[in-house]
């Protein structure tokens, strides 16, 4: 039995479901040989690959107060202006670089200027947890190497090829989920409807070619809700343990 490797997917609030996943895996002893992620995929992905467990993340969502990571700007390229939240993932992830991380940690993120898909797996972990949470029009968009980086989600909500680089292993992808609110009430719900929308339509054309699929269940989950950590959380370790065996399949025929 070697591992796997994993593919965390966008998914704002929702992608505290990860940890639950997370959870699920190590109660199974399954050994995680690399992580992929995009956008809160890539930010629990980063503190996994830095040394925290699921259960140190767990605690961490339930202590974590937005006041600590937002700071709301009055530039034109976003709400948010990210140094907060730049500060204290450097502080969570004690300044690691992609070369400290184990497992290897991928993230990827999205040149807006140039509309391309880029892969962050070098220099400090925290800048590009920053880069690949920078939702379009809420936070601004992160400048590294002179590229103008935001939400790796806009073109690669599950990253699934770059999970596969990581290691010789069956790929888990693990998909948050889209959620279309029948309602909208404010400025966020209209931006992160149509993030969906577009999410949505992504999965349409670019279906999901891992070697399984977990997609934990949290209805009504609008992005915004980083209230409801405990549903997240459980919806993750439900929907991993009904796929557990499929693992173990998964992995003893790679073996």
Request: net charge neutral; charged share 25%; proline share 4%.
């Amino acid at each position: 039995m070697r591992g796997v490797t994993l593919a965390l997917s966008s998914g704002g609030a929702r992608g505290f479901s990860h940890i639950g996943v997370l959870k699920c895996l190590e109660r199974y002893r399954v050994p995680i040989l690399g992580i992929a992620g995009s956008s809160m995929g890539g930010l629990i992905g980063a503190l996994y690959c830095t040394g925290y467990t699921a259960t140190m993340m767990e605690e961490l969502a339930h202590t974590l107060r937005r006041h600590q990571w937002i700071d709301f700007s009055l530039s034109k390229m976003g709400m948010v202006r990210g140094q907060k939240l730049l500060g204290l993932i450097t502080l969570l992830t004690r300044g690691r670089q992609f070369s400290d991380c184990r497992p290897p940690l991928k993230l990827v993120a999205v040149d807006i200027q140039r509309g391309e898909e880029v892969v962050l797996d070098t220099g400090s972990v925290a800048e590009a947890v920053r880069a690949t949470t920078s939702i379009p029009g809420i936070f601004s968009p992160f400048v590294k190497d002179n590229r103008v980086l935001v939400d790796g989600g806009v073109l690669n909500r599950v990253p699934v090829e770059l999970a596969r680089q990581l290691a010789n292993a069956p790929v888990v992808a693990v998909d948050a989920g889209i959620d279309m609110s029948p309602e909208v009430r404010s400025v966020f719900d209209i931006l992160f409807q149509a993030f969906d929308i577009m999410a949505r339509e992504l999965r349409r054309y670019k279906p999901l070619e891992a070697d399984v699929i977990i997609e934990p269940k949290v209805p009504n989950a609008r992005e915004a809700q980083f209230t409801r950590v405990d549903d997240f959380i459980q919806a993750g370790e439900l929907a991993c343990e009904e796929k557990i065996q499929e693992i173990f399949a998964r992995m003893e025929g790679s073996a």
